[in-house]
């Protein structure tokens, strides 16, 4: 039982140890907590218990191998008895569930997750849901284990606390970002006020479980739509010959314009997925938020097609078959993470119409079906030059005997 006056009750069992659930199962044993962390997948288990991490995020292998050794964290593939459980497993967007041809969000991870709490849970116990989930997953998930638990939701303390971080600063931005608490009573919301106190620096907003869930939404469906305007001006300057960067650049010295960077669409599993909970549920009444996600979508497609018409004019002039070598894969900036990543989407799209593509992507050793090269031998290798992710690595590439295309603005 979670005691809110207690000291020392403190075991937490996070279910999914994944991009957010492992960082945050981290986190909570560096800060006293006793954590079992819990997958389905038994190679995830192995490598945690033996302190290794196969996420690249700054520090965390580190932090992990700590916690091991010190007995505050062990990985399982049950759940077990605990004062505090967490979710984060996945949420996927899937069409083949919809009846109107949208992608609809698929909660079976979270139900999953949810009977297997049940089996373990006690009255008094914290159960919180970190997973972006559609507005009204939390009251669903209390009723659930209402249900197979035969203890009444009353008497268990749920709450929807949805994690906001960016990959590639996730242990920082996990202690130092405001926290969103959605309780569904306002006990829940003080007992976890309190458990993400305990280690996060910033503000913990208090509010109900289901304007919790749509604050998470709308996050996320607000910065997809600001960057579907920059890709579409990205696309409309190309048309007039106009240099996308130079006119952002110069557009923003209005006071109160802050146009983004475009990219070659936009990825990740929050901003490229989290619009579609919206519009799905209310697809009459999400227009614009659906448009922003074809405009983000449509940029691919254009950038795969930018690249088909400059290897056909090189392909004239050289009356030759062409290498093209395309400059990341990953779905942002110096992560190993694939997760919609449009650059990866245009790269198995040329590869699909029989393009000469190979790779080089600094963040990941091998990917099925792709040829991956270290820079330097890719850009031996390849006629044209693709830039599509900004890495790090990728800054300062003399460019001045190089026939390339960047979409991505790191040769600007």
């Given amino acids: 039982m979670y005691d809110l006056k207690a000291k020392n009750n403190k075991k937490c069992c996070v279910i999914g140890l994944g991009y957010i659930g492992l960082p945050t199962a981290a986190i909570l044993a560096a800060n006293g907590y006793e954590v079992i962390g819990v997958d389905t997948n038994e190679l995830i288990v192995s490598s945690i218990n033996n302190g290794k991490s196969k996420i690249i995020e700054k520090d ?33 967007i899937e069409l083949k569930l919809s009846k109107n041809n949208k992608p609809i969000p698929n909660i079976d991870y979270v139900l999953n997750a949810a009977r297997s709490i049940a089996k373990v849970v ?67 919301s003080n007992a976890c006020k309190k458990i ?6 910033g503000n913990i907003h208090i509010t109900d479980s289901r304007t919790a869930e749509l604050t998470k939404l709308v996050e996320n469906s ?32 209005h006071p109160r314009v802050n146009i983004l960077q475009p990219g070659c669409g936009v990825g990740g599993h929050c901003i490229a997925i989290d619009p579609w909970f919206i519009a799905s549920a209310l697809p009459n009444d999400s227009q614009l938020i659906q448009t ?7 940029k ?14 090189i392909e004239t002039d050289l009356n030759k078959v062409i290498k093209i070598a395309c400059l990341g894969i990953t779905f942002k900036p110096d992560v190993d993470d694939l997760r919609e990543s449009p650059a990866l989407n245009i790269v198995k799209s040329l590869l699909k119409k029989k393009y000469d593509v190979i790779v080089c992507e600094p963040n990941i050793k091998s990917h099925e079906g792709l040829e991956i090269y270290p820079l330097e031998e ?19 590439i003399d460019t001045s005997n190089l026939t390339y295309l960047d979409f991505c603005g790191i040769t600007s």
């Fill in 196 to 201: 993400y106190s305990s280690f996060c620096n």
């Fill in 60 to 92: 965390l292998k580190a932090l992990v191998n700590n916690v091991i050794k010190n007995g505050n964290f062990r990985a399982t593939n049950i759940p077990s008895s605990a004062d505090i459980y967490i979710i984060c497993v996945p949420t996927p």
């Fill in 222 to 253: 607000y910065r997809d739509i600001n960057l579907a305007f920059a890709n579409e001006i990205s696309m409309i300057s190309a048309k007039f010959k106009i240099n996308v960067r130079e006119l952002i650049k110069l557009t923003n010295n």
């Fill in 122 to 188: 006690r009255p008094g116990n914290v159960i919180i849901i970190e997973s972006t989930c559609p507005v009204g997953t939390t009251e669903k998930v209390a009723s659930l284990i209402e249900t197979d638990s035969k203890i009444l939701a009353k008497d268990l303390l749920f709450a929807y606390c949805p994690e906001r971080v960016l990959p590639g600063s996730i242990l920082k931005e996990l202690t130092k970002n405001d926290r969103i608490v959605g309780g569904m009573s306002q006990k829940s």
């Fill in 300 to 313: 691919e497609i254009w950038v795969r097609d930018k690249i088909i018409d400059r290897v056909n004019e």
């Fill in 292 to 298: 922003a996600r074809e405009i983000n979508k449509s």
């Fill in 378 to 396: 890719a850009i031996k290798k390849a006629d044209l030059i693709i830039f599509l992710v900004s890495h790090s690595n990728f800054i300062g």
